[in-house]
């Protein structure tokens, strides 16, 4: 789980529900100074929220890019169904699509952090005219590690029977076993517990599943019609390193290892992110910087 270290927005940042034909998703909406060099479409991962990407906002902004992050269905501040049936990968990509059209920039780079890399890429295959590129942030070409797997799969026999806080109790006990872990502020923390109880049940269910299950894509990956960019951490857990690597290298991607960030480095290596994800924006298209 990403845990945002401040929920301060930037200046300039609107939160607000995004109108789509496919329904309101939530969104924090940062606008730069004067006119915008593109527009992105920030993508949570699994247990996360739009606010994951809280920290990124501010340092795109600054070199000149619209950034929007945003809740998918069911997810925190997004209203979805309670059926399991109504998250699957075809339905989260065709939102992905609606939103990044809803945005009315033409085509967009989407960024997609853990599981939300494979709805991002999902998005791009049956869109690929939405998006001016795809960057996967620590999502890797299939399903998660053994050790993220037996999590997962703990939490979706836990969820249709246990009470909600139970739930949230030992999922916040397991968090804190991670030698990596460091307590929340008094307002993340309380920030932690209303995402937690407001995003659907069927949607952890239904997402945690496609973690557990899903096939190896390099070669969908790799087919994909627009610019690709892999970033990861190189302390990054939920995939392994090489892996990571592989599918860089498998399909000739551009290729961002940021020293000392683990699974988020998009929360806590914001600066450093944000100056590869712009670099690498800069490649894809020269003429839109001359705006």
Do not use: C
């Not at 309670?82 to 989260?92: F, I």
């Not at 991670?178 to 929340?184: G, I, T």
């Amino acid at each position: 789980m990403s845990k945002p270290r401040s929920l301060v927005l930037p200046p300039r940042t609107r939160a607000y529900p995004l109108p789509t034909p496919r329904g309101h998703f939530a969104v924090l909406d940062a606008e730069p100074l004067g006119s915008a060099l593109g527009t992105a479409l920030l993508i949570p991962g699994y247990t996360g929220s739009k606010e994951d990407f809280i920290g990124l906002l501010e340092p795109l902004t600054r070199a000149g890019y619209r950034a929007v992050a945003v809740d998918g269905r069911g997810q925190h501040e997004s209203p979805g169904p309670r059926r399991v049936s109504g998250y699957t990968p075809r339905t989260l990509a065709e939102d992905a699509v609606a939103q990044a059209t809803a945005l009315g920039d033409g085509p967009v780079h989407v960024v997609g952090h853990s599981f939300g890399g494979l709805v991002a890429r999902s998005a791009v295959r049956i869109a690929p005219h939405a998006f001016r590129s795809l960057t996967l942030l620590a999502s890797g070409p299939g399903h998660v590690g053994p050790e993220q797997r037996a999590k997962i799969r703990l939490l979706r026999a836990a969820l249709p029977v246990l009470p909600a806080p139970v739930v949230w109790a030992v999922t916040r006990w397991l968090d804190s076993r991670d030698p990596a872990y460091e307590p929340d502020t008094p307002d993340v923390a309380a920030f932690l517990r209303e995402r937690w109880f407001n995003t659907r049940r069927a949607q952890l269910i239904a997402t945690g599943r496609q973690l557990r299950t899903e096939p190896d894509r390099t070669e969908h990956i790799a087919a994909l019609p627009v610019p690709l960019h892999i970033a990861y951490g190189d302390e990054e857990t939920v995939w392994t390193i090489e892996e990571l690597a592989a599918l860089a290298r498998d399909t000739d991607a551009r290729h961002t290892v940021i020293a000392g960030a683990a699974h988020s480095p998009n929360v806590t290596h914001p600066e450093l992110l944000a100056t590869a994800l712009t670099e690498f924006w800069l490649t894809t298209a020269p003429a839109e910087h001359t705006a």
